[in-house]
């Protein structure tokens, strides 16, 4: 079946640091790939998508490239702020196994301290 | 900016009894969804709904949950005889079409049982 996993978490990083959060995933097909974020108190939002291999999904300074020879979809911040801090989801949708439900990783919690 | 809600934001239950969480999803899509988390866990997806009628369920989706659209604008997850381990944060989530294109969430209904 479909499945991704992300880096464990939590991440803590300095205001202005590089951010990279591990995705990888398993699929039959050829799936969409998602991040989305989670911020407190609030719903899951999407953040950015990629359709197809070597599509970059970017957003709000973050970027993501769907690596099919990897089955990876790493998602990368050159310079964090404090707003940043949330709980970030990888995830992934197969049409032709698995309709149009999302599967997710684990979640990253990342806080961004000043 | 249009919006899925979800109510209530928490609710508790004792063990056995009927629970039902509502949603409203936005108002021009067609795609309605639910997903659960229990704490510490991945997102995992329950069920979506299209055309009045469901459209995929996983297993996790057995025989004491249903959805409903009982009206134009509301959407709800009926667990008939609550368990412990159905304590979870639950979410709704609506889409546009079904495939490729943002699914947009609600806040959850975190689900206590006790």
């Known amino acids: 079946g479909n499945s991704v996993t992300q880096m464990e978490g939590p991440v803590t990083l300095s205001e202005e640091a590089f951010l990279t959060i591990n995705c990888t995933y398993t699929?039959?097909?050829?799936?969409?790939l998602f991040w989305y974020v989670q911020y407190p108190g609030e719903g899951l939002q999407l953040l950015l998508k990629a359709t197809k291999a070597d599509d970059k999904g970017s957003n709000k300074g973050f970027e993501a490239t769907y690596r099919k020879e990897t089955t990876s979809f790493h998602l990368e911040k050159g310079s964090v702020q404090v707003s940043d801090s949330a709980v970030y989801f990888c995830a992934l949708s197969a049409k032709e196994t698995s309709g149009s439900r999302l599967t997710f990783g684990e979640g990253t919690q990342l806080t961004v301290n000043p | 900016e249009p919006e899925v809600t979800q109510t209530p934001s928490h609710q508790v239950t004792q063990m056995g009894q009927e629970v039902i969480l509502r949603c409203v999803p936005i108002s021009n899509h067609l795609y309605f969804y639910w997903y659960r988390q229990i704490l510490g866990q991945k997102v995992e997806f329950l069920v979506s709904f299209y055309n009045n009628e469901i459209s995929e369920k996983s297993e996790i989706f057995d025989d004491q949950f249903s959805v409903e659209r009982p009206d134009g604008s509301n959407f709800t997850l009926k667990i008939r005889s609550t368990k412990l381990e159905d304590s979870a944060m639950y979410f709704c989530?609506?889409?546009?079409?079904?495939?490729?294109?943002?699914?947009?969430f609600g806040q959850g209904t975190r689900l206590t049982v006790v």
């Open positions: 699929a039959t097909g050829y799936p969409s």
């Open positions: 989530a609506s889409s546009e079409y079904r495939m490729n294109t943002e699914a947009f």
